[in-house]
């Protein structure tokens, strides 16, 4: 972390990180078996945090690993974790194991993110959906978010869009409460001030869902009907390096009968 061109002290970072993570000395210095005076004197500067120490701290504080990076530098020492491109070699078998679960995942559309929702990949039954999309939100970096809820991309076929956009919001706050990431605070910026169909949001009470009030679905109007999917989130349990810890695979799976008929359906004319 920066400001006007000048590093932080591992001490200032380390206060910020506790405080947005709300607590206090004393409950952090409880949680890493430290003494409060201690923690108080590394956050002062007072006293030089060891290697051991700033790794320790932050995996109390659940640090983002690139920021674990940023704290060890901070502190005078060299990064701890990998940050390779994911079309390094190195990483050929976790490519291999999101291609796999992606395809796996068909006919039910799936897609793999990384830390700013940037698309990174997708199976067959993701285009389908995209009909109608501005060829400009599909240029690369394709950024799902944004493709989602701007008005020149799905917005305008997403049947419960202010229920769908609220849930989206929510996720990207938690995330950037997480990360303290400011890309993703730009970019929520810019989705907060996208304009939202008022005739959209009329409908919403005439939805019907089998799973209202249990969690929020993301209904799109096609020329086949309304198709409901649940969606769920997949990341790597326990990533040492730090492009695979901030990759996600985004993947959707019916919510109701008639959408799976209609996405087996596609998928059988597909291969045909």
Sequence with gaps: MMVAGKTLPVGQLLRNWRERRRLSQLALACEAEISSRHLSFLETGRSQPSREMVLHLAEQLEVPLRERNALLIA???????ANLPLDDPALRSARKAVELVLAGHEPYPALAIDRHWTLIGANKAVAPLLAGVDASLLKPPVNVLRLSLHPLGLA????NLAEWRAHLLKRLHHQIETTADAVLEQLRNEICGYAVPDEIDAGLAAIDSDCAGVFVPLQIVTERGT???IST???FGTPIEITLSELAIEAFLPADGATARSLRHQ???AAN
Excluded: K
């Excluded at 502190?75 to 974790?81: D, I, L, Q, V």
């Design 75 to 81: 502190a005078g020492y060299a990064p701890e974790f």
């Design 156 to 159: 305008l076929r997403i049947a």
């Design 267 to 269: 998928s059988l004319g």
């Design 227 to 229: 198709l409901s999917f």
């Design 233 to 235: 989130t997949t990341v």
